[in-house]
């Protein structure tokens, strides 16, 4: 069974950086893609940044030169830095992996950026 388990969130001010993963049951090289989204209250989930097995990146323009997406295949694990956090980037942060034609989702961490 698929398993993605995201961690990382918490409160930080404005300006701040962050670090959040997203540990994969198995290598993370099994997925095609493995993109992190974020949901901000009353608002509807966003794309944030996504990353394919044969290396290309995408971002969205809101984060571009803020967030790095990357992957560590010997820890299992998917991170996306933040830094020069922003109040707009308030919200609860999702990943998700595509493979043999099913997309797995994680259950979510909560970023909250505020002074």
């Known amino acids: 069974q698929v398993q993605l388990v995201e961690s990382g969130g918490c409160l930080v001010q404005p300006g701040g950086s962050l670090r959040l993963s997203c540990a994969a049951s198995g290598s993370i090289f099994s997925f095609y893609s493995m993109t992190w989204y974020r949901q901000a209250l009353g608002k509807q989930r966003e794309f944030v940044a996504s990353v394919m097995v044969t290396g290309p990146t995408n971002y969205a323009d809101s984060v571009k030169g803020r967030f790095t997406i990357s992957g560590d295949n010997a820890k299992n694990t998917l991170y996306l830095q933040m830094n020069s956090l922003k109040p707009d980037d308030t919200a609860v942060y999702y990943c998700?992996?595509?493979?043999?034609?099913?997309?797995?989702w994680g259950q979510g961490t909560q970023v909250t950026v505020s002074s």
């Open positions: 998700n992996g595509g493979r043999d034609g099913a997309l797995y």
